[in-house]
């Protein structure tokens, strides 16, 4: 894990791929976290980074969304956990799928170099819970947990307005394919466009570098083309599948993680066709 002070008492955790991001805020009383990475032997690690950088309390833990990479690592922390409303269904409906005797052990005989992922785990829910927007005031400043949606229908963001400074979850992938099949493409770049709004200058991204909002930027662009070329593809009568064989899609990233680029394109697909519930 890399640790960088971005801000004054504003760091980010960096974390190799395919690992997730998370972060803290560090202010007079205590510190904010943003996300729990995806183990409990994760989050153990960073609960001993904010000790050691700022020698304060984790006062508030903030999931920006359900997905097991960011909030697998909460039993970590004693802090009262921060989420949008609509996350504890999310989560609760996601760990019934996946986190079954079952399925864990299915999953460990798959993966068993893995299996400390999983080993002790306990899912821990939120306790403080908000519709649109929550404001943390954690002196000497303030921050705006916010929910947009987008990479799910519970993303949220934390926002520190006075900093320049946005923990962004899921909404920013830098430097890898991002995931787009829970709340679909419309709603991205809907999230992306009220990130560009806020104009922050610096961006933590729930995976990869820390970025910019040209990147982000960048990102809303690719998805805008990308919905364009397939809409034009299927008002001209190409199949699905037709669709999916294609090599001249804009790739946001040409070489990785090809079976999620395929799976984003059927998302698409549906998404345009009308077939897509979400």
């Known amino acids: 894990m890399q640790i960088i002070e971005v ?3 504003i760091y980010a955790c960096l974390t190799p791929k395919p690992a997730s991001n998370a972060g803290f805020v560090a202010g007079e009383r205590g510190v ?4 729990a990475l995806f183990s409990p032997a994760a ?6 980074a904010v000790a ?7 006062l508030l833990l903030v999931n920006t ?5 960011h909030v697998f690592g909460n039993q970590a922390f004693e802090a009262p956990i921060v989420a949008h409303c609509m ?6 409906r996601a760990a019934t799928r996946d986190l079954s005797p079952e399925s864990r052990t299915a999953w460990v005989a798959e993966h068993p170099e893995d299996g400390w992922l999983v080993d002790e785990l306990e899912i821990r829910y939120p306790n403080i819970i908000f519709e649109d927007h929550l404001r943390i005031d954690l002196p000497p400043r303030h921050m705006v947990v916010q929910h947009l949606g987008g990479h799910t229908l519970d993303s949220a963001i934390v926002d520190l307005p006075d900093d320049g400074v946005l923990f962004a979850g899921d909404l920013v992938f830098e430097g890898r394919t991002p995931y787009l099949l829970n709340a679909g493409f419309r709603a991205t770049v809907t999230a992306l466009q009220s990130l560009e709004e806020l104009g922050r200058r610096t961006v933590v991204p729930g995976h990869g570098a820390l970025c910019d909002i040209a990147y982000v930027r960048r990102f809303r662009d690719f998805l805008d083309t990308l919905m364009g070329e397939v809409g034009r593809l299927l008002e001209v009568g190409w199949s699905k599948q037709s669709i999916l064989a294609s090599d001249a899609l804009p790739k946001w990233w040409t ?3 090809p079976e999620l680029q395929r799976a984003n394109v059927a998302k698409l697909v549906d998404e345009l066709a009308g077939q897509d519930a979400e």
Request: glycine residues 8%; hydrophobic residues 25%.
């Open 7 to 9: 801000k004054p008492d």
């Open 32 to 35: 904010l976290v943003v996300d």
């Open 43 to 48: 989050g153990r690690d960073l609960a001993s």
């Open 52 to 58: 050691e950088h700022t020698g304060k309390p984790a």
């Open 65 to 69: 969304h359900h997905h097991s990479d």
């Open 87 to 92: 996350l504890a269904g999310e989560l609760s």
């Open 255 to 257: 070489s990785d993680r």
